[in-house]
Nanobody
Framework: QVQLVESGGGLVQAGGSLRLSCAAS????????MGWFRQAPGKERDFVAG????????YYADSVKDRFTISRDNAKNTVYLQMNSLKPEDTAVYYC????????????????WGQGTQVTVSS
């Protein structure tokens, strides 16, 4: 089990950038696949990006591909989401999550979640 705390959200104009961080506690962080999800008001929680435990594989939702980059630093127990060319439709609460699954874009296999950080993109 890991405890996750997101940071880095805020208000940004369309076209701008933000970098989200997710700090994890626990010695086993490096064994988890990590993911970022987001949830806009009145909508379901959607997958955004994922990264394998050893950084060998990354995967993205089509809506963010070529704009967002997920990365991790296992020495710092932290996963990042660099978001560029932000659009108003990227506005949502962003969550990081951890899973022992090798790969998943569904939320169900993710056992540990952070509290979320708000990202608001103005037009």
């Amino acid at each position: 089990q890991v405890q996750l705390v997101e940071s880095g959200g805020g208000l940004v104009q369309a076209g701008g950038s933000l970098r989200l961080s997710c700090a994890a506690s626990g010695r086993t962080f490096s064994t988890y696949t990590m993911g970022w999800f987001r949830q806009a008001p009145g909508k379901e929680r959607d997958f955004v990006a994922g990264i394998s435990w050893d950084r060998s594989n990354t995967y993205y939702a089509d809506s963010v591909k070529d704009r967002f980059t997920i990365s991790r630093d296992n020495a710092k127990n932290t996963v990042y989401l660099q978001m560029n060319s932000l659009k108003p439709e990227d506005t949502a609460v962003y969550y990081c999550a951890a899973t022992k699954a090798i790969y998943s874009t569904a939320s169900t296999p993710y056992s540990d979640w952070g509290q979320g950080t708000q990202v608001t993109v103005s037009s």
